[in-house]
C-alpha cells in the first residue's frame, strides 16, 4: 500500500455515471456540512437527477459557519454535475448554453434556426435555480467529473460563463461562478477518505466504506431495535459529535451475534456521518501500512470503526491515533469488556440483549409459526443474529422436526453450508469445532498458535488419532470464512448459542475418552482458565444439569480434597459451583466437610474459591445453613489474615443488611439459630 491508499485518480473519476457522480456531490456536501456547521437538511439533492430540474443538482441554502474544506459558499450554492465527454472552454458557448439555460428555451431558438451567436436569450430563460442562486449574490458551480483536458483553464472557462450571463443581464458581469474539472475534484476528495473508498470500490481492502460494508450479508437482514438499541444508537451519535479536543475512542462491547456491528451500521447511517466511515473488519487490519494511510489524512474528518478489536489492539489505537484531535473518532468493538476499557482514554458502550418480544418478531419474520416462535426465542437469548439464522433455516426447510433433535438438525445445517451432512468433511467441521467448544476462545495468530495445537494434541487427537493437524487448522480456517469462528488473535465460536450446543455435544459423546483432570493438569494456565470459563455456559441450559452433577459426584472429579486444594482444580469448582449450587455443596460436605481442624489449616491451594463457592452458596436460603457451617469449619482453622478470609465472610453471612446488600434471602430470624449453635459451641470468637 502506498501512501496514496484513499487518493482516487481522474480515470476512476471518469467512470462514474451522472448519478454516480451526483451521488458523490451529495456524500461531499453532507460531510462537509458537518465540518462548516451547517444541518445536513440545508443540502438539497433532487432525487431524480435524470430529469430536468432547473439547471441544479444539489444546493446547500445556508452559508459555512466556520472554515471547512471551500466547497460551499455564503449565502448559497447551487451545483451542476456534469460526467462524460463534457469539454467546456471558454469558447464552447453551445456547452454554456447547455449550463445555463432551460431546455425548452434552446430547442425553441433551434427551431427558429437561429444561431447561438445571434440570438439574445431573456433573463427568464434561464434555468430557475441558477437564476435564483445567483439573484441572492450565491456562488454557481459546476463539477465535471469527466473533463481534464490540462490545456483547458478553470479560470476561463468561469469567466466564460460570466461573460455569457453579462450578455443576458448586466447585473450578472459580477457572477459567482466556479469550474471544478477532475483534478480538482479529486484533490477536493483527499479530505473525505471514506468517499474515495467508494469510488475506488476495489476488493480485498483492509477497510471500507459505509456503503461497502452495508452490502455485507450480514448486515442485509431485517433490522429491528428495541428502546435500549436506540439508546445505544443515540449514545454512539453523541459521542461522534462531541468536539472536544480530543480524539474520541468509543469501546463498543456485547456477547457475540448480539447485534453490535450492526449498531455501529445504523448509527452511522446518516447524511452527515456516513460519508465520514472507514470500517475495518478486524483490528489486525489496521497494520502498519494502514497506520500510514491514516496518518496522511489525519487532517480530514475520519469516522475509523473496527471490528474485532481486542483489548491489545485497541490499545495499540490508541496510542497510534490518540493525538489526531476532533478529526479523527474511533469505534472499536470487541465481545468482553476487559479493565482497561473502563480507563478515561475510552468511552465505554455495552451492547444489551434484544427482548424477546423483537426475538420473536425476526422469528416471525420468516413465516415461523407463533407456537413454533415461541419454543425457539429462549435459544436465541435475546441475539438477532441467532434468530436469523434460526428463522431463516426454519422457514428454508419447515419439514424438519422442531422436538427433540430439532436443535440438532438446524445448527448441523448451520455448520455444513454447502456440503453433505454425511460428509467426512462435515465430520471433520464438527469434530474439530465440539473439541474447541471446550473453551472460551484459543490462540489463532501465529504468535499464541500454540493454544491451538494444545486442543489438537490433548482433546482432538484423544478423540480420533487420524485427524491431522494439516485437517485441524483447514477446517479453522473454513471456519473463520464463514464467521462461525470469529476473532483477531484469539477466536470464538459465534453465536453462543452454536458454541452450548457443541459444548453439551462434546460431554455427551466424548467425555469418557479423557480424563479431565489430567487434561485440566495439561492445559497451559491461559487455556485452563478459558476451559473453565466455559463452565459458566452450564447455568444457560437444564439439559447440562446431569453432566455437572456427574462431575461434582462421588465417581467426578473431586473424589476427595486433593485436587480441590489446587488453584487449577478449586477455580473449576467454583465455576461448576454457579451452575449447580446445591450439587457443589453435597460434593464439599463430602471432601472438606470430612477433614479435620488440623487437615482444614492445611487446605491453602483451593481455599480461596472454595470460600468464595460458600459465600455465593450461602445467598440461596435453602443452602444456607449447611453453606454457613462448612465456612464456620474453614474458621475455626483459618489460615489466612485478609478481610474476606473464611472468617469474615462467615461474620458477614448475619449482617443486617436489606435488598441488594443482604448477604443471603434468608431472614434474620431463620439465621440467628445457626450463629446460636455456633456461640454454644464455642465456633465463633
Known amino acids: ?19 454516480p457522480a451526483v451521488a458523490v456531490l451529495r456524500d461531499m456536501l453532507w460531510a462537509e456540512a458537518r465540518i462548516v456547521g451547517i444541518p445536513s437538511a440545508a443540502v438539497e439533492v433532487p432525487s431524480a437527477v435524470m430529469t430536468a430540474d432547473g439547471g441544479v443538482d444539489a444546493a446547500v441554502n445556508e452559508a459555512p459557519q466556520s472554515v471547512g474544506n471551500g466547497i460551499i459558499f455564503g449565502p448559497m450554492t447551487a451545483y451542476q454535475v456534469k460526467s462524460g465527454s463534457f469539454n467546456l472552454s471558454a469558447t464552447s458557448n453551445a456547452l454554456i448554453e447547455n449550463l445555463l439555460i432551460k431546455p425548452t428555451a434552446i430547442n425553441a431558438r433551434k427551431r427558429a434556426r437561429r444561431r447561438l451567436s ?46 455569457f450571463l453579462a450578455r443576458i443581464d448586466d447585473r450578472y458581469k459580477d457572477a459567482k461562478v466556479k469550474v471544478w474539472r477532475q483534478s480538482a475534484i479529486c484533490g477536493i476528495l483527499r479530505s473525505y477518505p471514506g468517499i474515495c473508498l467508494r469510488i475506488k470500490n476495489q476488493g480485498g481492502l483492509q477497510v471500507v466504506s459505509h456503503s461497502q460494508w452495508a452490502l455485507n450479508q450480514d448486515m442485509l437482514v431485517n433490522f429491528l431495535a428495541a428502546p435500549d438499541q436506540k439508546k445505544v444508537i443515540e449514545s454512539l451519535r453523541e459521542a461522534i ?12 462491547i456485547g456477547e457475540p451475534g448480539i447485534g453490535k456491528s450492526r449498531l455501529v451500521l445504523e448509527a452511522l447511517r446518516t447524511p452527515e456521518l456516513s460519508p465520514l466511515v472507514l470500517y475495518a473488519s478486524k483490528g489486525t487490519n489496521i497494520d502498519g501500512a494502514m497506520v500510514s494511510a491514516i496518518t496522511s489524512a489525519q487532517h480530514k474528518q475520519i469516522v475509523l470503526v473496527v471490528d474485532e478489536c481486542s483489548p491489545e489492539k485497541r490499545s495499540e489505537i490508541a496510542n497510534t491515533f490518540g493525538s489526531f484531535g476532533l478529526n479523527l473518532k474511533i469505534i472499536s468493538i470487541y465481545q468482553d469488556p476487559e479493565e482497561g476499557d473502563r480507563t478515561r ?7 444489551p440483549p434484544l427482548p424477546r418480544e423483537k426475538i420473536e418478531e425476526i422469528l416471525g419474520s420468516y413465516g415461523v409459526e407463533a407456537p413454533t416462535v415461541r419454543h425457539w426465542a429462549d435459544l436465541c437469548e435475546g441475539s438477532p443474529r441467532v434468530a436469523h439464522v434460526v428463522g431463516e433455516n426454519l422457514a428454508r426447510d419447515p419439514s424438519d422436526p422442531l422436538q427433540g433433535d430439532g436443535i440438532a438438525m438446524i445448527w448441523d445445517r448451520y455448520l ?56 485441524f487448522f483447514g477446517v479453522i480456517d473454513q471456519m473463520v470464512q464463514r464467521k462461525i469462528l470469529q476473532g483477531d488473535k484469539f477466536l470464538y465460536i459465534t ?17 469418557a475418552v479423557i480424563d479431565v483432570k489430567l487434561l485440566v493438569g495439561n492445559l497451559s494456565p491461559m487455556m485452563r482458565e478459558w476451559f473453565g470459563d466455559m463452565l459458566a455456559y452450564a447455568k444457560a441450559s437444564p439439559v447440562l444439569k446431569p453432566l455437572v452433577d456427574e462431575l461434582l459426584g462421588p465417581t467426578g472429579l473431586f473424589d476427595d480434597s486433593g485436587w480441590l486444594n489446587t488453584r487449577a482444580g478449586s477455580q473449576f469448582f467454583f465455576n461448576l459451583s454457579r451452575s449447580e449450587p446445591a450439587t457443589a455443596l453435597r460434593c464439599l460436605e463430602r471432601t472438606i466437610g470430612r477433614l479435620s481442624v488440623e487437615q482444614l489449616r492445611g487446605f491453602d491451594g483451593g481455599r480461596r474459591s472454595v470460600v468464595s463457592a460458600l459465600e455465593e452458596m450461602a445467598l440461596h ?5 449447611p453453606a454457613a457451617k462448612l465456612l464456620l469449619s474453614l474458621a475455626e482453622a483459618e489460615n489466612e489474615s485478609w478481610a474476606n478470609n473464611a472468617s469474615g465472610v462467615f461474620s458477614g453471612l448475619f449482617s443486617l443488611g436489606y435488598g441488594d446488600v443482604a448477604p443471603t434471602s434468608l431472614a434474620p430470624e431463620h439465621r440467628l439459630p445457626v450463629l446460636v449453635e455456633a456461640l454454644e459451641k464455642g465456633g465463633v470468637r
Not at 441 to 456: C, I, K, M, N, T
Open 1 to 19: 500500500m502506498q501512501q496514496g491508499f484513499f487518493d482516487v485518480t481522474p480515470i476512476e473519476l471518469g467512470q462514474l455515471g451522472i448519478e
Open 118 to 163: 445571434d440570438h439574445e436569450y431573456a433573463i427568464e430563460d434561464i434555468s430557475p435555480r441558477i437564476r435564483s442562486c445567483l439573484d441572492a449574490c450565491g456562488t454557481f458551480v459546476v463539477a465535471l467529473f469527466g473533463d481534464d483536458n490540462p490545456g483547458k483553464d478553470e479560470k476561463t472557462a468561469e469567466n466564460a460563463i460570466t461573460i
Open 241 to 252: 459529535s462531541d468536539n472536544a479536543n480530543e480524539t474520541v475512542h468509543i469501546r463498543l
Open 345 to 351: 482514554n475510552y468511552r465505554l458502550i455495552a451492547v
Open 416 to 471: 455444513a453450508g454447502d456440503i453433505e451432512r454425511n460428509s467426512d468433511e462435515f465430520y471433520r467441521r464438527k469434530l474439530v469445532l465440539s473439541c474447541l467448544s471446550l473453551f472460551k476462545r484459543f490462540g489463532w495468530d501465529p504468535a499464541v498458535r500454540d493454544s491451538a495445537r494444545e486442543v489438537f494434541r490433548l482433546v482432538v487427537k484423544a478423540v480420533d488419532d487420524n485427524l491431522t493437524l494439516a485437517q
Open 495 to 511: 453465536p453462543r448459542a452454536l458454541h452450548i450446543k457443541l459444548w453439551t455435544d462434546w460431554w455427551r459423546r466424548y467425555s
Open 621 to 625: 436460603g435453602e443452602l444456607f445453613r
